[in-house]
């Protein structure tokens, strides 16, 4: 059983979730959220409500330290996220298998967990972020860390250990050559957080099967008016590739 599950990381925080079921059986597709997000922004409901439609069970949750989740925004980054997710994965019986669909800096969390988790059948990404220290310099700067706040949120403050996470991690194309499971990438045209190229970078350096999605004349949310283009993508590649 999923429904009802509690989910804990390593640090014992308590990560928020919450479930969609659907008619598939054995499977299961996890949702992951960006920076200074969670797993309620309307993209992600839209994503799992319109998934489960369609017959496919979807688990969002709030990675620690956002959204109604345990633990300290200060201290969330990438390779903190990738431990959350493991720790969802660990909770679930391991009789079901798993596609991640992960949103911005969720999406960086999916590559890198997607390269170790073989429990990981079939990856997408949405406005994902590849290039992590371009992403924290463009965006932030000019922002002290410690001191100031991710585009001037007083409930995100911008800490040493997250610039200095993206920093070292510094882009995800060895681990986009590495990914084995199907990889789907949908990213919007005009894009002016996690810039197209990102994923255009992480297509060329990924293996086969692989599928590039670009949502013309939409950001970084995309909009209302294309989540129907961005589930159908989806849930089109979940057929081809997580069915039996």
């Not at 059983?1 to 979730?17: A, C, P, V």
């Not at 990914?179 to 949908?186: D, K, M, N, V």
């Not at 990213?187 to 013309?216: F, I, M, Q």
Request: aromatic share 8%.
């Amino acid at each position: 059983m999923i429904e009802g599950t509690e989910f804990k990381n390593r640090q014992g925080e308590k990560l928020d979730s919450a479930f969609h079921p659907g008619t598939q059986e054995g499977k299961l597709v996890i949702i992951g959220h960006g920076v200074t997000a969670n797993k309620d922004r309307p993209l992600l409901k839209a994503v799992a409500d319109g998934l489960a439609a369609r017959g496919w069970p979807c688990l969002r949750f709030s990675f620690s330290g956002n959204g109604k989740s345990e633990g300290d925004f200060r201290e969330s980054h990438i390779t903190k996220e990738v431990e959350d997710l493991a720790d969802v994965i660990a909770a679930l019986p391991e009789d079901i298998e798993l596609a991640y669909i992960g949103h911005s800096m969720g999406a960086a969390v999916g590559i890198m967990t997607a390269v170790e988790e073989p429990r990981i059948k079939v990856l997408a990404t949405l406005a994902g972020m590849v290039h992590t220290g371009e992403f924290v310099e463009r965006e932030f700067g000019d922002v002290t860390p410690d001191e100031g706040f991710m585009w001037d949120e007083k409930d995100c403050p911008l800490s040493s250990e997250f610039v200095r996470d993206l920093e070292l991690i510094g882009d995800l194309l060895l681990e986009a050559e590495q990914i084995e499971a199907p990889y789907l990438l949908i990213h919007g045209t005009d894009d002016d957080v996690v810039p197209l190229s990102d994923s255009e970078d992480a297509y060329e350096a990924a293996a086969d099967p692989k599928l590039l999605v670009k949502v013309e004349g939409v950001g970084h949310m995309f909009s209302e008016e294309t989540y129907g283009k961005v589930v159908g993508a989806l849930h089109d590649w979940l057929e081809e590739h997580f069915e039996e």
